[in-house]
């Protein structure tokens, strides 16, 4: 089952949650988080799922350390990608660490890997534009699809001559999406003209310090 993503309805909320930075939101009362945690974690992944979008809805910074714990060591790979797909509405300096660490661990299940690599997308250091483009040459299509998403998402101009190559070489599908190659002819479109306005000297729009 293809779980819901921020691919489709994407950028609006991404950038929104990114450019949100000096507003005072309510945090969570004890027993809420629990109740996220526990969901994040339980057997069935669409709860999982709607745990962490919940997330979205008040993004608590205490969440910061439980969601690190479930993302190395949630006993299933789904609770593991729902806590990477949580981080990116909890963004600190230590889950951007802990998903870069996803992103590059070639022993953690594809999912996990690619569902970090598009968590990092509207959210990160200058240090995962390097994470991200390393990605690109990996050995699992998930991991070169959500890198390709992600550094199309930054309009990084050094991913363009890895995203040709995958546009001409890479035709394997990732599940409930479309071929590697069409994601990197969608982000060399993005770096070239739809998303040119992300793009800054030292990195992007989306890069904070971490």
């Known amino acids: 089952m293809a779980r819901p993503t921020l691919k489709g309805e994407q950028t609006a909320q991404a950038c929104a949650i990114s450019r949100v930075s000096a507003v005072t939101i309510p945090g969570m009362t004890d027993e809420e988080r629990q109740q996220i945690i526990s969901r994040l974690n339980g057997r069935n992944q669409v709860d999982a799922f709607e745990a962490a979008k919940a997330v979205s809805e008040d993004s608590d910074k205490q969440l910061e350390r439980p969601l690190i714990r479930t993302l190395k060591s949630g006993q299933r790979p789904f609770n593991r990608a729902a806590a990477a797909y949580a981080m990116q509405m909890v963004s600190t300096p230590q889950t951007i660490r802990a998903?870069?660490?996803?992103?590059?661990?070639?022993?953690?299940?594809?999912?996990?890997?690619?569902?970090?690599?598009?968590?990092?997308?509207?959210?990160?250091?200058?240090?995962?534009?390097?994470?991200?483009?390393?990605?690109?040459?990996?050995?699992?299509?998930?991991?070169?699809?959500?890198?390709?998403?992600?550094?199309?998402?930054?309009?990084?101009?050094?991913?363009?001559?890895?995203?040709?190559?995958?546009?001409?070489?890479?035709?394997?599908?990732?599940?409930?999406?479309?071929?590697?190659?069409?994601?990197?002819?969608?982000?060399?479109?993005?770096?070239?003209?739809?998303?040119?306005?992300?793009?800054?000297?030292?990195?992007?729009?989306?890069c904070v310090r971490a």
Not at 117 to 126: D, G, N, T
Not at 148 to 160: H, I
Not at 193 to 201: I, L, P, Q
């Open 99 to 206: 998903l870069e660490s996803a992103v590059r661990n070639k022993l953690e299940h594809p999912r996990v890997r690619g569902e970090a690599a598009e968590a990092l997308a509207h959210r990160h250091r200058r240090k995962s534009h390097d994470v991200l483009l390393a990605g690109l040459r990996d050995s699992s299509k998930d991991v070169r699809f959500w890198c390709a998403f992600a550094l199309g998402e930054m309009a990084e101009n050094r991913a363009v001559p890895a995203l040709i190559r995958l546009v001409a070489s890479d035709k394997r599908i990732v599940k409930g999406f479309h071929s590697v190659a069409k994601e990197a002819g969608d982000a060399i479109e993005n770096i070239q003209t739809e998303k040119t306005a992300h793009r800054r000297r030292n990195g992007c729009v989306f």
